[in-house]
Nanobody, 129 residues
Framework: QVQLVESGGGLVQAGGSLRLSCAAS????????MGWYRQAPGKEREGVSS????????YYADSVNGRFTISRDNAKNTVYLQMNRLKPEDTAVYYC??????????????????????WGQGTQVTVFS
């Protein structure tokens, strides 16, 4: 089993920045990739960004490409999401997720929700104009 705990959410004015963190514990050696997802009220959960743990390949949704940066610190078993130039439409609960070794790279790149096996509880990000 893998446990994921997110932190760093909050309230920020449009144009501002936040950094989310996701700390993994448990069977971290089984993790192949980590991802960030978000869900706004009344909307489906959507992929934001993902990263392969071993070689650091990164993938982004078009809506955040160029504004958000995903990174990892393998020594700390932690993944980060640096969010810059935030917009009100970025408001959502942000979830961290982990995929295990058997997950195809294509699924990681496409942030296929069903391919990520472990999920955190989420952290609220609210962007006001």
């Amino acid at each position: 089993q893998v446990q994921l705990v997110e932190s760093g959410g909050g309230l920020v004015q449009a144009g501002g920045s936040l950094r989310l963190s996701c700390a993994a514990s448990g069977r971290v050696s089984s993790i192949n990739a980590m991802g960030w997802y978000r869900q706004a009220p009344g909307k489906e959960r959507e992929g934001v960004s993902s990263i392969t743990v071993r070689d650091g390949k990164t993938y982004y949704a078009d809506s955040v490409n160029g504004r958000f940066t995903i990174s990892r610190d393998n020594a700390k078993n932690t993944v980060y999401l640096q969010m810059n130039r935030l917009k009100p439409e970025d408001t959502a609960v942000y979830y961290c997720a982990a995929a295990t070794d058997s997950t195809p790279l294509l699924h990681i790149a496409n942030m296929r929700i069903r391919s990520f096996d472990y999920w955190g509880q989420g952290t609220q990000v609210t962007v006001f104009s």
